[in-house]
């Protein structure tokens, strides 16, 4: 199955906004609301940051904001943070197309805070 | 607070097999989805197979499909992977995860290794 498409690298300086973006079909993202994001730090389990495009589950700061236009989906981080230094995943619901079916995450976002 | 912790991992040869395990607590386990997902050594994240809270619906991606199987035992509050014709490719950090509503992944646990190597 491929993945939905991620830039590999950002990087921001503290205080400033960024956008990381996640390209799929209109098999997965252009189709559903199911857009889910989380942020990796190494060594540490992955935590859920946005569900259902732009939804926040409890405790995950308002700097952290999603939306979806098309077949992109973006996760915008304001007042960037040191601690905001981690890996960034999209995943989405997928309808079969062909022998493809299932659910699927983006390739994965490295971002640095310089 | 809900805590998933896995094990089972290990060091397994080509072809070997090898059966994941997953403690659930903290939540009602038996009305929840359950996912696992890995992540192989500087790779991303990947998904590997979901089960619905009563077994009835289970999905796979296509690389597993055939060779891994998920289950549950809602009276154990427990849930596995039996992974067999294991191949090089299935090394990874293999992580389980309650689901929530629209396929979200809601909490996980801390992962364990699976080394796939003669």
């Known amino acids: 199955q491929s993945a939905l498409t991620q830039p590999a690298s950002v990087s921001g300086s503290p205080g400033q906004s960024l956008t990381i973006s996640c390209t799929g079909t209109?098999?997965?993202?252009?189709?559903?609301?199911?857009v889910s994001w989380y942020q990796h730090h190494p060594g540490k389990a992955p935590k859920l940051i946005i569900y259902?495009?732009?939804y926040r589950p409890s405790g995950v700061s308002n700097r952290f904001s999603g939306s979806k236009s098309g077949n992109t989906a973006s996760l915008t981080i304001s007042g960037l943070q040191a601690e905001d230094e981690a890996s960034y995943y999209c995943?989405?619901?997928?309808?079969?197309?062909?022998?493809?079916?299932?659910?699927?995450f983006g390739g994965g976002t490295k971002l640095t805070v310089l | 607070q809900v805590q998933l912790v896995e094990s089972g991992g290990g060091v397994v040869q080509p072809g070997g097999s090898l059966r994941l395990s997953c403690a659930a607590s903290?939540?009602?386990?038996?009305?929840?989805?359950l996912h696992w997902v890995r992540q192989a050594p500087g790779k991303g994240l990947e998904w590997v197979a979901f089960?619905?809270?009563?077994?009835?619906?289970?999905n796979y991606t296509n690389s597993v499909k055939g060779r891994f199987t998920i289950s549950r035992d809602n009276s154990m509050n427990t849930l596995y992977l039996q992974m067999n014709r294991l191949g090089p490719d299935d090394t990874a950090v293999y992580y389980c995860?309650?689901?929530?509503?629209?396929?979200?992944?809601?909490?996980w646990g801390q992962g364990t290794l699976v080394t796939v190597s003669s």
């Open positions: 995943f989405s619901y997928r309808s079969a197309t062909g022998l493809v079916s299932g659910l699927v």
């Open positions: 089960i619905g809270h009563d077994e009835n619906y289970r």
């Open positions: 903290g939540f009602i386990f038996k009305t929840y989805g």
């Open positions: 995860v309650k689901g929530r509503a629209a396929w979200g992944l809601e909490y």
């Open positions: 259902e495009v732009n």
């Open positions: 209109n098999s997965d993202i252009g189709d559903y609301n199911f």
